[in-house]
């Protein structure tokens, strides 16, 4: 086997798995390693048919004739930021919202936290294996390097964000019926919003605005989540509907 293979699969995980430790220290009462597992695996298979539906609307938004900065936005808020988030809420909404291991209310967001890092693991490896050719083994290992570095304090961080309020508006519809879905997509809506803007900022945008708009999204959503943790962890049960 091809030692880069192994070291871009071993460098695609690493930055998810690091977030993973640290998520599951702020869990009181930790979920089946099984469990997490399972959700992680299905997080990263997740990535496939996402990558499938981006491609077939970025082509029919290819040929939309419209604006290219409307192009621009509907591309990163569309196609990229609400497929992904509303792709990570199924593998929850799917394997874990009927399950006994959803016993409280923290757990909603855990689940979530961990089906994104799942996600971006494998997104991680994808990119690794960008096709790369006339390299040196130092020069390699430097692209390895800042490139696991670079989406482990950007991207897979903000998938764990992202995913976590929406986990954190999901623990929270379960306790008002007649809010249920109106939380719900608030949740989805603001996640979508943010990641969507996100992306845009990196992309498209120049000067300080490229840099500072991630930025002031990482930390409001670093808030949010961790505001979401504390408030969670003082529920004591969680009010599931059927």
């Not at 640290?22 to 869990?27: A, C, G, I, N, V």
């Not at 979920?31 to 082509?59: D, S």
């Not at 909404?93 to 006994?100: G, L, Y």
């Amino acid at each position: 086997m091809d030692y880069r293979i192994i070291l871009y699969i071993i460098f695609g995980l690493l930055p998810s798995l690091t977030w993973l430790s640290y998520y599951l220290r702020k869990d009181l009462h930790p979920e089946p390693k099984r469990m997490i597992l399972k959700i992680f695996l299905w997080g990263a298979v997740i990535t496939i048919p996402v990558f499938f539906v981006q491609i077939g609307a970025a082509y029919f938004l290819g040929q939309a004739n419209i604006s290219p900065i409307l192009t621009s936005i509907i591309y990163w808020f569309v196609v990229i930021s609400f497929s992904e988030e509303l792709f990570k809420y199924f593998v929850v909404k799917i394997k874990v919202i009927n399950s006994p291991h959803l016993d409280e209310p923290l757990d909603a967001m855990l689940y979530m936290v961990v089906a994104a890092l799942g996600f971006a693991a494998l997104e991680n490896i994808l990119y690794l294996f960008s096709p790369v050719s006339n390299m040196s083994f130092d020069q390699m290992m430097n692209r390895t390097l800042l490139i696991s570095f670079i989406r482990f304090v950007g991207a897979t961080f903000l998938h764990t964000l992202c995913s976590a309020v929406i986990g954190y508006f999901l623990a929270t519809s379960f306790c008002f019926e007649k809010k249920r879905y109106l939380l719900f997509f608030s949740g989805l809506i603001i996640t979508t919003l943010l990641h969507g803007l996100y992306d845009f900022s990196i992309m498209t945008l120049d000067g300080y605005a490229r840099v500072a708009i991630p930025v002031i999204i990482i930390l409001t959503l670093a808030f949010l989540v961790f505001s979401g943790f504390d408030k969670l962890k003082k529920q004591k049960g969680i009010c599931k509907i059927n």
